[in-house]
């Protein structure tokens, strides 16, 4: 069977307002998935207050999905979504995406074209994601 690394990835800027947002083409249409990375964001607000770190680590998880989160200093969150299943991502592959992700939106945030705090068009996220959604065989 398949086996899909990652199923979504979300930039969240620090007004909560969505910078980026990518989807596995198998759940795209799942509106779940998007209520999903929604309710994250209150636990991100919550798991802020007591960090001590950048990497948040474990957000939620239900029946279905599991969310991990990072915050940058600048206040916006990236979060990333695994299925429930996926028990092979450790700590350290987590932080190493997040950190790949996080140096990605900074290299945007120095695009003259960017319009700071607005949608992020960028060939590169949408590469560091298909990397992320690439299935590879389930062990």
């Known amino acids: 069977s398949e086996f899909v690394m990652a199923v979504a990835v979300a930039l969240i800027g620090r007004d909560n307002s969505r910078l980026y947002t990518r989807v596995t083409e198998r ?8 209520m999903f990375i929604h309710c994250t964001l209150d636990i991100v607000e919550d798991k802020l207050s007591k960090a001590t770190e950048l990497y948040l680590g474990l957000l939620t998880s239900n029946h ?7 915050v940058a200093n600048t206040g916006v969150k990236l979060i990333l979504v695994l299925s429930l299943a996926n028990t092979t991502l450790k700590d350290t592959d987590m932080r190493a995406h997040f950190k790949r992700f996080h ?9 003259p074209f960017y319009e700071l ?9 949408d590469d560091a994601s298909a990397d992320l959604f690439r299935s590879t065989p389930a062990e």
């Open 117 to 125: 705090g607005k949608p992020l068009k960028s060939r590169a996220l």
């Open 64 to 70: 279905k999905y599991k969310s991990f989160g990072f």
């Open 103 to 111: 140096l990605l939106y900074t290299n945007c945030l120095s695009n």
């Open 27 to 34: 759940e795209k249409d799942d509106y779940e998935v998007q």
